[in-house]
T-cell receptor, first 119, second 114 residues
Framework: DAGITQSPRHKVTETGTPVTLRCHQT?????MYWYRQDPGHGLRLIHY???????DKGEVSDGYSVSRSKTEDFLLTLESATSSQTSVYFC??????????????????FGPGTRLTVL | AQSVTQLGSHVSVSEGALVLLRCNYS??????LFWYVQYPNQGLQLLLK??????LVKGINGFEAEFKKSETSFHLTKPSAHMSDAAEYFC????????????FGAGTRLAVHP
């Protein structure tokens, strides 16, 4: 299994409080991602990183921010949590393809998830 | 733009029966296609992937999928279901130059009955 850990694994918080989730990898992979999983929606990309200090928005980025100050850590922050952000959050990692073009894609490897409840 | 549609949010089969989980995709560029499996309270595990080599792809646990460009499909099959196959299955699409980002379908929950 890819070396990916997420912390905390479970968190209950109140509306309006800030929350930070941490993803830590030991694989030295360049790309990292944050997804949320909700029934009927599959997984949706929140933010991703393509290198240290290089991040971009995904499909559902409103209300979330991220930071990546070193290769192994990718933080997801909810500045002011809302009940609509109750979800299961997954971190994923992927190595950068060695060259461009077909046949050089690399799959993502997923962490165990963090279950967040916002009351 | 890329998108994925999984037909059937719940599928139920008997142990030993054929498993067929349907996935259709939309992509303006040649796609990479994936099936992931999620067991209860766990993360996602890659079952198999299509990256433009053989159109029939074999994965772990006896699963396989066939890429059909004319039908824009990538259905997942297993000849004989086992109780341990009960899980949620996700189809996903990606493309070159997209930082390996994935677009997921909504998922299909597979139940296997004795």
């Amino acid at each position: 299994d890819a070396g990916i850990t997420q912390s905390p694994r479970h968190k209950v918080t109140e509306t309006g409080t800030p929350v930070t989730l941490r993803c830590h990898q030991t694989e030295n992979h360049r790309y990292m991602y944050w997804y949320r999983q909700d029934p009927g929606h599959g997984l949706r990309l929140i933010h991703y990183s393509y290198g240290v200090k290089d991040t971009d928005k995904g499909e559902v980025s409103d209300g979330y921010s991220v930071s990546r100050s070193k290769t192994e850590d990718f933080l997801l922050t909810l500045e002011s949590a809302t009940s609509s952000q109750t979800s299961v959050y997954f971190c994923a990692i992927s190595p950068r393809p060695p060259t461009s073009g077909r046949g050089t894609y690399n799959e993502q490897f997923f962490g165990p998830g963090t279950r967040l409840t916002v009351l | 733009a890329q998108s994925v549609t999984q037909l059937g949010s719940h599928v139920s089969v008997s142990e030993g029966a054929l498993v067929l989980l349907r996935c259709n995709y939309s992509s303006s560029v040649p796609p990479y296609l994936f099936w992931y499996v999620q067991y209860p309270n766990q993360g996602l595990q890659l079952l198999l992937k299509y990256t433009s080599a053989a159109t029939l792809v074999k994965g772990i646990n006896g699963f396989e999928a066939e890429f059909k460009k004319s039908e824009t499909s990538f259905h997942l099959t297993k000849p004989s279901a086992h109780m341990s196959d009960a899980a949620e299955y996700f189809c996903a699409v990606s493309f070159s130059g997209g930082y390996n980002k994935l677009i997921f379908g909504a998922g299909t929950r597979l139940a296997v009955h004795p």
